[in-house]
């Protein structure tokens, strides 16, 4: 038996689409089949592995293409992998690996700088040179517990920020605008296309698991919409105190953000608040009352691989002009190995390979966790990951690559 890796085309997209569904325990709503392939699938960036002797489809993969914030707001373009399963059937006999390195080899070849992806399982991506680039928390708090002791809104504001609910198609029409001021701002953002915004706010009963359709609330202030919620309610009964489940809050402002917050704490028969990938430095915890009520649980989100290195770090720019040479190590892409000098002059850098000895050590993963300044170095440095040949690196590398806020990806694939 063996396994070919074949194109995925109009005729083998439902068996391809079930299939991906089936790796992750999921049989897939026939509508759904026909949402993916309008509003989300590129058929030229998606792979099938097929076993040869059955012709049957047993391993799935592809990216879509997104573009991505890096520290200061340059947009770049980046694989977004996904998809990706391997039938238990013919697990371990290399299919992921191989769908891998085509899905790799491709993005390069249409000119994405870097690649992300979500994972399912945390210790499936490093060995193809992945690093965490962006972590989240998800939130539950007591909205009883919601008082704010600082506020960046001050008694005399007179921005007159307000928030008024909206319905769904107000908010089809609204929504995006807002995102795309975040996603402009955010470093570790994507962008949304007018089909991904669709499947995004695609609210038919069987993806509610349970809960109301979406509600939808707006911030304004100064006549310009600076802030969305999209929430659902969950509740057993008139005098059930139920649940508000926060789905996605995005703020353009800090007024926008402190404005909703105040409005999410404020429901009567709600017991609980939860909110899902908030940013990983939220001021929400700095303007409680009594913080420790907010409990925040930390999760792996965007996992980032640079496919061109120089011009993945070219694009970004950093906190402190001066020179490094970055060693890099990999059993995985022999060819970026070696030393990378960067020279960064008025915040901007300029890279080219050394022959020189290095002043650090790492693998392209860890560079690709600091790249967005969701890690700092020191942490990687302890673990055994960054190694420090010249006297001062560490100093140097923290200071140029560390970001004034941490990196954020509301969207996720
Ligand atoms: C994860 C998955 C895609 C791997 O597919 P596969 O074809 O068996 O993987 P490969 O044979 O190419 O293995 C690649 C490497 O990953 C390792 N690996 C793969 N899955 C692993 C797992 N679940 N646990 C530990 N190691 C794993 C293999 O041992 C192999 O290691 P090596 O390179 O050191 O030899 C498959 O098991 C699957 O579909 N899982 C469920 C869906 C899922 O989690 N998908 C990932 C979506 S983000």
Redesign the pocket.
Known sequence: MTIELRSVTEKNFVEWRKAVRQ??GIHVHPEDITRLRNDRAELDRLVAAIDTGSERIV?TGGADSYSLTVPGGAVIPMAGVAY???SVT????????RMMKQIHDESRELGDIVSG?W???S??YS?FDYGLAVNSYDWEIDPSFGSFSHSPISDDDESGAHVYFVDADEAAAMLPGIYEQMREQTAGSVDRTPGRWRYQLFDAERVRDGASALFFAICEEDGEQTGYVAYRMRRKGDTDMGVLEVVEQVSVTDTAHATMWRFLMNFDLVGKITATNRPADDPLWWMLSDPRRLDRTSHDALWVRLLDIPKALEARTYNADGQLKIGLVSDHQPAVAGTYVLEIDDSQASVKKTTDKPDVIMTPADLSAIYMGGATPGPLVEAGRIDTVSTGSLAKLHGMFSTDSAPWCAHYF
């Open positions: 790796g992750f391993g990706m399963t391997t013919h697990r371990r006999q290399g299919a992921f690996s992806l994972a399912s399982q210790h499936l060995r």
